[in-house]
């Protein structure tokens, strides 16, 4: 029978599939104008699926999987950092201000390192008790994550669609 606590950490581990997919993907396709990434989301999904399952088995598929959510965070800031090095190699130079990839990584980037260290630290966290936010200290820093997250890809996307407009506007300009 299912409890509301483990029907939630089976919400949740499906939810991890879903960023997984999405965060990868996106990885991939912001690599494409500097490597050939046609594979990699293939190497990603063996990779996360396999982590998942054993985990999955290991804990007989109840509680979240902290390790695979861990070690994808890993992954993911490293994919991130990785971004940062083909961009500072690339020949075309990008005003950063303003480029859409950029901001959308440093969003993850923030995201899944704070993340990261929120989840190694979950013991402690859990047990120091936040008066302004009354709950645990790990809940309000993953609430500030997330703001600051979902600030900085609204920056990015903002930054993405004053592109395509400058980009519409100057073949109509003609």
Same mark, same amino acid.
């Given at each position: 029978?299912?409890?509301?606590?483990?029907?939630?950490?089976?919400?949740?581990?499906?939810?991890?599939?879903?960023?997984?997919?999405?965060?990868?993907?996106?990885?991939?396709?912001?690599?494409?104008?500097?490597?050939?990434?046609?594979?990699?989301?293939?190497?990603?999904?063996?990779?996360?699926?396999?982590?998942?399952?054993?985990?999955?088995?290991?804990?007989?598929?109840?509680?979240?999987?902290?390790?695979?959510?861990?070690?994808?965070?890993?992954?993911?800031?490293? *994919?991130?950092? =990785? @971004?940062?090095?083909? #961009?500072?190699?690339?020949?075309?130079?990008?005003? %950063?201000?303003?480029? /859409?990839?950029?901001?959308?990584?440093?969003?993850?980037?923030?995201?899944?390192?704070?993340?990261?260290?929120?989840?190694?630290?979950?013991?402690?966290?859990?047990?120091?008790?936040?008066?302004?936010?009354? *709950?645990?200290? =790990? @809940?309000?820093?993953? #609430?500030?994550?997330?703001?600051?997250?979902?600030? %900085?890809?609204?920056? /990015?996307?903002?930054?993405?669609?004053?592109?395509?407009?400058?980009?519409?506007?100057?073949?109509?300009?003609?």
């Amino acid at each position: 029978m299912l409890t509301k606590s483990s029907s939630n950490h089976m919400m949740y581990n499906v939810f991890l599939w879903l960023e997984a997919s999405f965060v990868g993907s996106f990885l991939s396709y912001l690599y494409r104008p500097h490597i050939k990434t046609k594979r990699w989301p293939w190497y990603w999904v063996a990779l996360f699926g396999s982590a998942f399952f054993i985990e999955f088995a290991y804990m007989k598929g109840e509680g979240f999987m902290h390790r695979t959510t861990t070690g994808m965070s890993v992954i993911f800031v490293i *994919g991130c950092v =990785y @971004y940062f090095w083909l #961009i500072w190699d690339d020949t075309h130079i990008a005003n %950063i201000f303003t480029h /859409a990839p950029f901001w959308w990584i440093v969003g993850a980037l923030y995201f899944y390192f704070g993340s990261t260290v929120n989840n190694l630290l979950f013991e402690q966290l859990m047990d120091l008790e936040e008066p302004r936010f009354q *709950g645990s200290l =790990y @809940y309000a820093i993953t #609430i500030m994550l997330n703001i600051i997250l979902y600030s %900085i890809w609204s920056y /990015a996307f903002y930054c993405r669609y004053r592109e395509r407009n400058l980009i519409g506007y100057c073949s109509t300009a003609r």
